[in-house]
Each structure stands twice: as C-alpha cells, then as structure tokens.
T-cell receptor, first 118, second 112 residues
Framework: KAGVTQTPRYLIKTRGQQVTLSCSPI?????VSWYQQTPGQGLQFLFE???????NKGNFPGRFSGRQFSNSRSEMNVSTLELGDSALYLC?????????????????FGEGSRLTVL | GESVGLHLPTLSVQEGDNSIINCAYS??????FIWYKQESGKGPQFIID?????DKRQGQRVTVLLNKTVKHLSLQIAATQPGDSAVYFC???????????FGSGTRLSIRP
C-alpha cells in the first residue's frame, strides 16, 4: 500500500513569490491535514480537509490556503512568500475522525516538502 | 539527514536501558493523546495512543502513562536500541476536533 506522497520534496523560492505544494494521501483516506515544521516553532497545524471541506484551520495568515479534490488529493498554497515561511511542510492523511474505537490520531505523514525562501 | 529541531531538549540514554520521555499537555478538554516518532529526514510516525479514560497503555516495548490531574503524559521505551534514536512528540486532541496539536518534541540520543 503506497504511503503519503508529497511533491515537490525540495524547492527554493524568493520573497514575494507564491508556491503550491501537493499531497496524495493513502488510498481510502479521506482526511488530509497540513503542518508546518520549523526548528523554532515545532509542528504547527495549518488546516484539515475531509471530503473536500476544510473542517479546521490553524492560526496562520490568509496567505496560507489549501484545498482538497474529489479524489482526496490536496494542495496547499502560500502566496507572497516571506523569509519566515521557510520550513518543512508536512501532509498527513487518515481515515477520518471518529469518536468510536478507531485510532483517530493515527495520522500517516509524508516525508514533507522543504521550502526555502530567499 | 536534516535536523528536525535545533533547540530541542535532549535525553541521552545508554543502549539497553529504559527511556522515559515526558510531556505536559495544555488543553484540559483533550481526551485523546498520541506519541509520534520522527527520524531524521522523515515525517512523524505513530507509536502509541491513549484515551483519557485510561491511565496506562502498553505496546511493543513502549508504554504510555497519562496523568490527567497534572496534565502529564509520558512515554517509556524498554531496552532502548540504536533505532530508537529520533525526536519524539506528544500530541493531543479531543473527540469533536479535527486537528491534532503537537508538543515541542524531545530528542532521544542513544549511547553505545
């Protein structure tokens, strides 16, 4: 079973540009979450999508946006890049959220897209 | 590999000893807790979880302890091996939420 795939793995942009990152979840997973990871701030939640709907959003400016397609693939976009946006962007997929006995917290992470803003 | 975090607290443990990694969580409404392991250059990987109606759960070589009174979580790794070298994150969420919040992480270093 293929894991979570993120593209591109590495990219370099300059301030003011915009970037789009892609995430293909594990087959059958309908929930996709995005996180930003930096040495200073750790893993920060960006947003979560389920069946094409954004269900939750973290405390990031409007420059950060995302979407999910009908096949559960997801993209996130960062516009007007700033130096501080340099980070590892991680995508995670899961079956979804349940109050039952399922492992709701079992997120499966990709290896991330490392963005450097110059 | 790439560094996950440059300013993480580090726990150094002798190979074969037991490791205990501690975490304080923030939200008293959280009712589900998870430990993740992140190796260099990889995304975090699920280790074990525990619900708030439990205070202990065991897996293979790992045990998670939950103390809701003081909002404290710990991960115990038995007979620590070189492959356990990684950054460990605790995470929390609650049933009606659709997001998991991660703690700041602890780097586990194994001495031969």
């Amino acid at each position: 079973k293929a894991g979570v795939t993120q593209t591109p793995r590495y990219l370099i942009k300059t301030r003011g540009q915009q970037v789009t990152l892609s995430c293909s979840p594990i087959s059958g997973h309908r929930s996709v979450s995005w996180y930003q990871q930096t040495p200073g701030q750790g893993l920060q939640f960006l947003f979560e999508y389920f069946s094409e709907t954004q269900r939750n959003k973290g405390n990031f400016p409007g420059r950060f946006s995302g979407r999910q397609f009908s096949n559960s693939r997801s993209e996130m976009n960062v516009s007007t890049l700033e130096l501080g946006d340099s980070a590892l962007y991680l995508c995670a997929s899961s079956l979804g959220w349940s109050t039952g006995t399922g492992a709701v917290g079992e997120l499966f992470f990709g290896e991330g897209s490392r963005l450097t803003v110059l | 590999g790439e560094s996950v975090g440059l300013h993480l607290p580090t726990l150094s443990v002798q190979e074969g000893d037991n490791s205990i990694i501690n975490c304080a969580y923030s939200n008293s409404a959280s009712d589900y807790f998870i430990w993740y392991k992140q190796e260099s250059g990889k995304g975090p990987q699920f280790i074990i979880d525990i619900r708030s109606n439990m205070d202990k759960r065991q897996g293979q070589r790992v045990t998670v302890l939950l103390n809701k009174t003081v909002k404290h979580l710990s991960l115990q790794i038995a007979a620590t091996q070189p492959g356990d070298s990684a950054v460990y994150f605790c995470a929390e969420t609650y049933s009606s939420a659709s997001k998991i919040i991660f703690g700041s992480g602890t780097r586990l270093s194994i001495r031969p």
